[in-house]
T-cell receptor, first 113, second 113 residues
Framework: SQTIHQWPATLVQPVGSPLSLECTVE??????LYWYRQAAGRGLQLLFY??????ISSEVPQNLSASRPQDRQFILSSKKLLLSDSGFYLC????????????FGNGTRLTVT | AQKVTQAQTEISVVEKEDVTLDCVYE???????LFWYKQPPSGELVFLIR??????QNEISGRYSWNFQKSTSSFNFTITASQVVDSAVYFC??????????FGQGTELSVKP
């Protein structure tokens, strides 16, 4: 069966520090991968998605970037965190296509101080 | 533009009451998919159901049922005989090209004993 791993679970970082969140998927090949952010207001905002290695689409221009160095690895990064980057970050995978549900990891709660 | 609206921000019920969570969507696509997710306090989003735009049959799974009405662009979710374990934030979502999901703002359901 497929599983998705996301870490760390919680993270407290000072303003201006770098960020690296990692997500890996097991049990499937060539998945679509996604990074969402959930702010305090609860809504889920799509940040990046990828349909293949090295293919990244950005939905919202901001202080973050994403990379997909391997088929089942998706990394969210920032060179310098802002206070507004605080939130709950969720990685997800799908089999691709508009009919495929997204399956989410447990999330990373990031607090920028 | 694609949009999902969950007008109910918070709902509070007493155990064993029935509760309906509303979802209204906007899309120009003729073929699309709708989803419901549950987010318990632990934070992970759990996939509940997928419905395609050509299938307007209601679906029932245990205490859960879904009513899809294309004429009113609605995909409502009913929990019968609610339980404390149903307390969570529930999200309705609409698929986009590329397998991306657009989420509503979520409805926080609180079931009190």
């Amino acid at each position: 069966s497929q599983t998705i791993h996301q870490w760390p679970a919680t993270l407290v970082q000072p303003v201006g520090s770098p960020l690296s969140l990692e997500c890996t998927v097991e049990g499937t090949s060539n998945p679509n991968l996604y990074w969402y952010r959930q702010a305090a207001g609860r809504g889920l905002q799509l940040l990046f998605y990828s349909v293949g290695i090295g293919q990244i689409s950005s939905e919202v221009p901001q202080n973050l970037s994403a990379s997909r160095p391997q088929d089942r690895q998706f990394i969210l990064s920032s060179k310098k965190l802002l206070l507004s980057d605080s939130g709950f970050y969720l990685c997800a995978w799908s089999a691709g296509g508009t009919n495929s549900p997204l399956h989410f990891g447990n999330g990373t709660r990031l607090t920028v101080t | 533009a694609q949009k999902v609206t969950q007008a109910q921000t918070e709902i509070s019920v007493v155990e064993k009451e029935d509760v309906t969570l509303d979802c209204v969507y906007e899309t120009r696509d003729t073929t699309y998919y709708l989803f419901w997710y549950k987010q318990p306090p632990s934070g992970e989003l759990v996939f509940l159901i997928r419905r395609n735009s050509f299938d307007e049959q209601n679906e029932i799974s245990g205490r859960y049922s879904w009513n899809f009405q294309k004429s009113t662009s609605s995909f409502n979710f009913t929990i019968t005989a609610s339980q404390v374990v149903d307390s969570a934030v529930y999200f309705c979502a609409l698929s986009e090209v590329g397998g991306k999901l657009i989420f509503g703002q979520g409805t926080e359901l609180s079931v009190k004993p």
